[in-house]
């Protein structure tokens, strides 16, 4: 399948500081990015559409201004986690459409964020 | 009602059981329907991927979609220890609505 690489895996930050998440298609152009965040034991909730060249698509209820992402490349988005807090730890998981005309996506590594 | 229905478990079974996992919807819209495997602390792994009604076999693994019944299987035959972890269902409506609706997710545990 299509790979999806993600990075960090894993970062702890003090409050109040602002943290980069990378999701990037390494063998794939990925017109459309997704985001999610998952808590333990629960599953994935969406956060919002990415379209490279333009602006994200949020869904209801998510910071746009917590949670900026930017998606300026066919191979690359990121979403940056603006002055984090301790209710913000949680996983991260972006994931990316093979093609525009498909739904089969493919996930990201995952990043666990925890903000001290 | 939730838009998809999983059953969290645990499911505990023995290597060599044949698992069987399972997914409700009431969407009816729903048109493609996947199966992904997360491993503790990992992104999902896409495990299958199917279209509409119907069987699709992949070595031990067998998606089944029942649409009439709204219903979705998951079967893993002579499950290994390595096939531990959690099993989430997806799907979407498609065309211009490509988001994928998760389940919560089953937690499968194999033992030696």
């Known amino acids: 399948g299509a790979v999806v690489s993600q990075h960090p895996s894993r970062v702890i930050c003090k409050s109040g500081t602002s943290v980069k998440i990378e999701c990037r298609s390494l063998?794939?152009?990925?017109?459309?990015m997704f985001w999610y965040r998952q808590f333990p034991k629960q599953s994935l909730m969406l956060m919002a559409t990415s379209n490279e060249g333009s602006k994200a698509t949020y869904e209801q209820g998510v910071e746009k201004d917590k949670f900026l992402i930017n998606h300026a490349s066919l191979t690359l988005s990121t979403l940056t986690v603006a002055s984090a807090h301790p209710e913000d730890s949680s996983f991260y998981i972006c994931?990316?459409?093979?093609?525009?005309?498909?739904?089969?996506?493919?996930f990201g590594q995952g990043t666990r964020l925890t903000v001290v | 009602q939730k838009e998809v229905e999983q059953d969290p478990g645990p499911l505990s079974v023995p290597e060599g059981a044949i698992v069987s996992l399972n997914c409700t919807y009431s969407?009816?819209?729903?048109?493609?329907f996947m199966w992904y495997r997360q491993y503790s602390r990992k992104g999902p792994e896409l495990l299958m991927y199917t279209y509409s009604s119907g069987n699709k076999e992949d070595g031990r693994f067998t998606a089944q979609v029942d649409k009439s019944s709204k219903y979705i299987s998951l079967f893993i035959r002579d499950s290994q220890p390595s096939d531990s972890a959690t099993y989430l269902c997806a799907m979407s409506e498609g065309g211009s609505n490509y988001k994928l609706t998760f389940g919560k997710g089953t937690l499968l545990t194999v033992n030696p």
């Open positions: 969407n009816s819209a729903f048109q493609y």
């Open positions: 063998d794939f152009q990925a017109t459309t």
């Open positions: 994931s990316a459409r093979v093609s525009p005309g498909s739904t089969e996506a493919f």
